[in-house]
């Protein structure tokens, strides 16, 4: 599916950059009454223009460029380790380092360098392509636990949560908790599937999205990605890991919202919450949350509401 044709709301043209879209703009639990008269409703919805999420930026155009310093992205969350950098310019991929006048990149790999020996790609690949969700939600449990892990100084998932969850200026009316928002930033992978998808599905999850709208914000990737599919394939089929297996390859770049509603429900049988789950893995406090609901979630009138149930149409015409 051509970028032209993604539906806007949530995808945004950026020439040079599959998968880019905004995880704004979907309902959380509650509606309010407005209007009584002339029956107009409001919506509580997560806030637009904060989170963006894409695959990796190497290849982003100077016009492309121009459009995200339009949108006031001053954050750049890249989730890549450093090795995985390296062999994708080696390889000839690109995926190099990109970086733009008016924002910072932040160097937040959730694998750190020595989760890339043989043993752990086979296991991590074999997750992935395994043909049931199962395979893909436990290697989602284990991104999870690497991005928080006390091991890993980077502390990718807390670094980006503390963006979205910082307060206002002291400055700011004590009366409009959200008048301040967080400054547009940037999450992204290489994809910009699962380990995006992981830290994004949990934003969402903690602003009160329901598991299955978090699900098919998900498998949006489906379709914003597509145009990279062949490449990516490719390459994967390159590991020994897969031994050339077309069809694995083309399951590790699936998006199957089976797989993040799985990783929900794991989240809830372990710990009873998404909420409890980043306070005992020390990625929030109760007081965090608090500010990142502040922050994120916003009214807004009922027509302006993301309509996710349309866009799941697309991605079922285009499987």
Not at 5 to 14: E, G, Q, R, V, Y
Not at 147 to 175: C, G, W
Request: glycine share 6%.
């Amino acid at each position: 599916m051509a970028a032209a044709a993604l539906p806007s709301p949530p995808f945004l043209a950026i020439s040079g950059l599959p998968n880019f879209r905004d995880i704004g703009g979907y309902s959380v639990s509650g509606t309010s009454a407005g209007d009584a008269e002339n029956g107009s409703k409001t919506r509580r919805v997560v806030r637009r223009g904060v989170v963006y999420r894409a695959s990796e930026p190497s290849k982003v155009t100077d016009e492309g460029v121009s459009k995200m310093q339009e949108l006031g992205i001053q954050k750049v969350f890249d989730l890549r380790s450093a090795v995985e950098i390296e062999k994708g310019v080696q390889d000839g991929l690109g995926w190099q380092v990109k970086e733009w006048e008016g924002a910072r990149r932040f160097f937040v790999p959730v694998f750190l360098d020595q989760d890339y020996s043989p043993e752990a790609l086979a296991l991590r690949y074999r997750n992935y392509s395994s043909k049931k969700s199962e395979g893909f939600i436990a290697a989602y449990i284990d991104i999870l636990a690497a991005a928080a892990s006390p091991s890993n100084s980077y502390q990718p998932f807390k670094t980006i949560l503390e963006h979205v969850t910082a307060a206002p200026p002291s400055s700011s009316s004590a009366s409009s908790p959200s008048s301040s928002p967080p400054a547009p930033c940037l999450v992204h992978c290489t994809a910009g599937k699962d380990r995006t998808g992981v830290i994004c599905g949990l934003i969402l999850s903690l602003c009160g999205v329901s598991d299955e709208v978090v699900a098919h914000e998900y498998s949006l990737t489906d379709l914003g990605l597509k145009e990279r599919h062949p490449e990516l394939i490719t390459h994967l089929m390159d590991n020994k890991a897969l031994q050339n297996d077309r069809e694995a390859a083309q399951r590790m770049v699936s998006s199957q919202k089976e797989a993040m509603l799985g990783f929900l429900t794991k989240i809830r049988e372990t710990y009873g919450s998404v909420e409890q789950c980043v306070l005992d893995l020390g990625l929030l406090t109760p007081e965090n949350i608090k500010q990142l609901r502040n922050n994120l979630i916003v009214e807004v009138n009922e027509e302006e509401v993301v309509p996710w149930q349309d866009h799941a149409k697309l991605l079922k015409s285009s499987s």
